[in-house]
């Protein structure tokens, strides 16, 4: 990985990338007969992430763009780590992010049949052998990138035995990694993946969707690249990463093919994100170990951690379309990131009032029992989304750090003999404070209104710097709000040299608030709804939440929350 870290907000961008540029080419050349078909081909050993994102977007955006088709294939070669769950997750994750396979969810279990015959075959053509020998002994003997390999003393086995012994490998007669197969091709190759690569393993676990079946299983590599091709797939997008094993897929698609038509392969770097990892194993160890509270943590990068954070979906995409495509490996500033949540909240999230850490004001000239609703407008974005009335009284409760005794020059918030405004209400003015003599705790504020300051009743003239959210005491309804921050203190937790990530996981990346108070119209808010508590930042009801006692998660912060709220 590449120490540099892509901040660049506005970075010119080409307006297509090199790969939809291939994509456009193609059909220009009549490639196909005019056909674009991808797919995206998750392992169903953990949830999705941000980086998957980065590929579904690709595979989806392309075909969509282009009138083609994307399949969803499981990669479920390996039957002992896959779980279903995981494939319910996905499935969910990819419609969540507004893309759809239609009927075509398929799985590379699905061309067990085809893969063995297709060894069968290579078998028969002397280009696949059966070994004998240990895992170790076949590794070591594949060499060096700089020196060529050794041949195994099984190379050249006859075609015949070769035959009995993947059958009978495959009727469960020998143990696992007594014997593997292999493709015959060529040990000094410069590239390591040519070396005789092992095409098949035994494996007597049970897969999850054919059972006992099989006591064989293919290999990645030699599934991936054929998948596709029995798939049809013009454009097989993929990570770096796999540039190096395109030479193995295109030899083993030559020993297949019977007509022009082949996938083209194209890679393109990962995403990775500042503060965080992106490994699923990793991923998996922090949900295991108990660190975070499961793979929907809203510290976590996955897809559905980010939902429950409060990410739209349509942010997520605006991200991946801003950060692009390249044949560069980097990081990208997760900063980035909380923009575009940012933006696209700005114009979607009502705003509401909640106050984290309430302190009690009493407006001692305001009529003891009167209560009167103050119209607010829900979202200054977007008239169409209207206002609402919410309920203003003498006793109200506005956030603790807005007001001091003792303010410096620049403080426009509430201070002894100082005016502030109460957004939507009134302008009033502090008289007296009182103030716990044992332990210094200001515990309330005793201010006077104006009765002629009423916000949207013409000009009373007066003007103050400061407006301050509030919430009526009466009506104020209690919650919880739990405020995130980054999950690591380290810039790249996963990427430092014989340092453990785990050394880096930042010990105060969730704060939870209990007894903040927020507006009665929360009352009905259901989980994932999303909101700006004005001035504090945007906000999203959590899972755990119930009408009697409301959770929120803060999804970002404001960036610019003075001169936002003086505009
Ligand atoms: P593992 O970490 O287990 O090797 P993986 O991250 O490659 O797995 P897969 O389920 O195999 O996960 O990924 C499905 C697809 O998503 C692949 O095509 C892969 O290239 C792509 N993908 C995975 N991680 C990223 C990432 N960080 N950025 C872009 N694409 C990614
Ligand atoms: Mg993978």
Known sequence: MSDEINRGKEEPKPSVSFIEQFIIDDLKEGKNNGRIHTRFPPEPNGYLHIGHAKAICLDFGMAQKYGGKCNLRFDDTNPVKEE????????????????????????????????????????????????????????????????????????????????????????????????????????????????????????????HRTGDKWNVYPMYDFAHGQCDYFEGITHSLCTLEFEVHRPLYDWLIDQLKTSDYRPRQIEFNRLNLTYTMMSKRKLLELVQEGRVSGWDDPRMPTLCGLRRRGYTPESVRKFIDLIGYTKFEAINDVSL??????????????????????????????????????????NPEDESMDSRKIPFGREIFIERDDFMEEPPSK?????????????????????????????????????????????????????????????????????????????????????????????????????ILKGCKVEPSLQSAKPLDKFQFQRLGYFCVDYDSTPGSLVFNRTVSLKDTWAKMNK
């Open 84 to 207: 279903v769950e995981y494939i319910d997750s996905i499935k969910e994750d990819i419609r969540w992010l507004g893309f759809d396979w239609e009927e075509r969810e398929f799985y590379a279990s699905d061309y067990f049949g085809k893969l063995f015959d297709f060894a069968i075959d290579l078998i028969k053509k002397g280009l696949a052998y059966v070994d004998d020998q240990p895992a170790e002994v076949i590794s070591a003997q594949k060499g060096t990138p700089s020196q060529p390999g050794t041949e195994s003393p099984f190379r050249n086995r006859p075609v015949a035995e070769n035959l009995d012994l993947f059958y009978r490998m495959n009727e469960g007669e020998f143990d696992e990694g007594s014997r593997v197969l292999r493709a015959k091709i060529d040990m000094k190759s410069p590239n390591m993946h040519m070396r005789d690569p092992i095409i098949y393993r035994i494996l007597k676990s049970p897969h």
């Open 337 to 378: 990131l909380e923009h575009a949540v940012r933006d696209d909240l700005n114009l979607k999230a009502p705003r509401v009032f909640g106050v984290l850490d309430p302190l009690k004001v009493i407006i001692t000239n305001y009529p003891e029992d009167k209560i009167e609703d103050v119209e607010v407008i829900n």
């Open 411 to 511: 403080f426009f918030r509430l201070a002894p003999g100082k005016e502030v405004r109460l957004k939507g209400a009134y302008i009033i003015k502090c008289e007296s404070f009182r103030k716990n003599k044992d332990t210094g705790i200001i515990e309330e504020v005793h201010c006077t209104y104006d009765p002629g300051t009423k916000s949207g009743e013409g000009s009373s003239g007066k003007k103050v710097k400061g407006t301050l959210h509030w919430v009526a005491v009466r009506y104020a309804l209690d919650a919880e709000v739990r405020l995130y921050d980054r999950l690591f203190d380290h810039e790249d937790p996963a990427g430092q040299k014989d340092e453990d990530y785990r050394k880096f996981l930042n010990p105060d990346s969730l704060k």
